[in-house]
């Protein structure tokens, strides 16, 4: 069983930076795709990244394309979603997410069986 712990959140002026940690205990993730999602108040939970553990390929929302990168340290089974130049509309809980043999689209949510606690990220302006 994978558990997924996610730190890094908190309150940031636009324009600002934040970096996310997702570590996984349990199990290593060298097969896994990690996903970030991000959900803000009344509305549906959306993509934001993913990297495939084995190779490193990483897929990005055009939202966040030139401003988010996300990336791994496979020697601490850690995943990372660095956040630059943060904007209002950025403000979210944020999840980390992880599949092993993943079959289907990376930025469907419901593909994913293991899933972080959630940080919250807040933007002001």
């Known amino acids: 069983q994978v558990q997924l712990v996610e730190s890094g959140g908190g309150l940031v002026q636009a324009g600002g930076s934040l970096r996310l940690a997702c570590t996984a205990a349990g199990r290593t993730l060298s097969s896994y795709v990690m996903g970030w999602f991000r959900q803000a108040p009344g509305k549906e939970r959306e993509f934001v990244a993913a990297?495939?553990?084995?190779?490193?390929?990483?897929y990005y929302t055009d939202s966040v394309k030139g401003r988010f990168t996300t990336s791994r340290d496979n020697a601490k089974n850690t995943a990372y979603l660095q956040m630059n130049n943060l904007n209002l509309e950025d403000t979210a809980v944020y999840y980390c997410?992880?599949?092993?043999?993943?079959?289907?689209?990376?930025?469907?949510?419901?593909?994913?069986?293991?899933w972080g606690q959630g940080t919250q990220v807040t933007v002001s302006s």
């Open positions: 997410a992880a599949q092993s043999v993943f079959r289907g689209s990376y930025s469907n949510p419901t593909l994913y069986s293991h």
């Open positions: 990297i495939y553990w084995s190779g490193g390929g990483t």
